[in-house]
């Protein structure tokens, strides 16, 4: 396992901005990228990371929700999809590893159901609200080109992205 380099918008938008691709076959190298990808999550730190987000454009997520002390509880997403949305919605306050210290609310549905394949290609159907809603229906955007950002007004867009490319300029300054 490795860590890899989590894009961001200030250098990695048309990358990031790409529809992700389904997978064929959830095999070895497919498992591989994935451990990788929760390595790099937790190294972060981060609840929720896509494939894309490492440059990867696979329809692939894992996310770990677990807080504080309580122990890993990694879990892996292959092709999935949101086949049932409720009306009701939530506002949740979400940050991403690619809008690097950039958080907002954003307006959801409040609850989702979820099919997708598991770390062994084994095919899930699972019900999801609260924190769990909200990360699911984030890194799903991700795997389809959206970002968090692009749920907020243009404004409060541009400013996000310009405060990572400022943050980004400083850090190299630094360096």
């Known amino acids: 396992m490795s860590v890899r380099r989590i894009l961001t918008v200030d250098a990695d938008l048309a990358t990031l901005k790409k529809k992700s691709q389904p997978v064929v076959a959830v095999d070895d190298d497919l498992r591989a990228l994935m451990d990788d990808m929760l390595e790099t999550m937790y190294a972060a730190p981060g609840i929720g990371l896509a494939a894309i987000q490492v440059g990867e454009p696979k329809r692939v997520i894992v996310m770990d929700l677990a807080r504080g002390e309580e122990p890993k509880a990694p879990r892996f997403f292959v092709n999935p999809e949101i086949v049932w949305a409720s009306e009701e919605t939530g506002v949740y306050e979400e940050g991403c590893l690619s809008v690097p210290e950039i958080y907002d609310e954003v307006e959801r549905p409040a609850k989702v159901r ?62």
């Open 114 to 175: 979820l099919r997708s394949l598991d770390y062994h290609g084994r095919l899930v159907e699972e019900d999801a609200e609260a924190l769990f809603a909200v990360c699911i229906q984030h890194e799903i955007d991700h795997l389809n080109g959206v970002l968090f950002i692009d749920h907020l007004s243009r404004l409060k867009r541009q400013r996000a992205v310009s405060k990572v490319k400022k943050a980004a300029k400083t850090e190299a300054e630094a360096l």
